[in-house]
């Protein structure tokens, strides 16, 4: 199974940009990147995913490296309601998800 | 529309007990995922199951099993609990199988002792 490698923890500031990096260097040719977030005493929360392209949705934007072993999570304006546990996720071939250790973000007022 | 709902919240067993958790997806949604979530291991996943049939399946031992009802409501079963199997149980659901976006319930928070 491919994995990722993701920090431990980040900090930001309010209202700065977030770049939440993930390595994967195993990825496949077929695997999906995704991230999810877990907010404290909730279950994940969807935030995007891609496979080549860059994306963009109202919450965030991925930034996937060309040879596609790693991705960054971009948080244009972090918020304090953004503190949680980011995971970067691979969804191979056969549709199972391996959940990465996740960063988990902290976000000073 | 209301969002994944899992039964129980919370629970408490002994070891060699059996325990049935249940999930409620999304209305209209048809797949259900299953996963388990405990500080060392983080998460992990159980089994998918769509339109009443297991489509994926993690790498636990056979303890652990589920179905899907016609309604697309799901159970999950653990036998012969062990110390090691208290951890938060996550359901969650999507329209399709292999659906990226996956919406999670609150979890149930399963105590062995």
């Known amino acids: 199974d491919a994995k990722t490698t993701q920090p431990n923890s980040m900090e930001s500031n309010e209202e700065e940009p977030v770049h939440l990096p993930c390595n994967h260097s195993?990825?496949?040719?077929?695997?999906?990147i995704h991230w999810y977030r877990q907010l404290p005493s909730q279950g994940p929360e969807y935030v995007i995913h891609?496979?080549?392209s860059n994306v963009n949705n109202r919450m965030a934007s991925l930034a996937i490296a060309e040879d596609r072993k790693s991705s960054t999570l971009i948080l244009h304006r972090a918020t304090l309601r953004d503190a949680a546990v980011y995971y970067c996720?691979?969804?191979?071939?056969?549709?199972?998800?391996?959940f990465g250790r996740g960063t988990s973000l902290i976000v000073h007022p | 529309k209301a969002g994944v709902t899992q039964t129980p919240r919370y629970l408490i067993k002994t070891r060699g007990q059996q325990v049935t958790l249940s999930c409620s997806p999304i209305?209209?949604?048809?797949?259900v995922s299953w996963y388990q979530q405990t500080p060392g291991q983080g998460l992990q996943f159980l089994f998918e199951?769509?339109?009443?049939?297991?489509?994926n399946k993690g790498n636990f031992p056979g303890r652990f099993s589920g179905r899907q009802f016609s309604n697309s409501r799901s159970e999950m079963n653990v036998s012969t609990l062990e110390l090691g199997d208290s951890a938060l149980y996550l359901c969650?659901?999507?329209?399709?199988?292999?659906?990226?976006?996956?919406?999670f319930g609150p979890g149930t928070r399963l105590t062995v002792t």
């Open positions: 199951y769509f339109s009443e049939t297991q489509r």
């Open positions: 969650a659901s999507s329209l399709a199988d292999g659906d990226y976006e996956q919406y």
């Open positions: 209305s209209g949604h048809r797949s």
């Open positions: 195993t990825i496949s040719g077929t695997d999906y």
């Open positions: 996720i691979l969804r191979d071939i056969s549709y199972i998800p391996t």
């Open positions: 891609g496979l080549t």
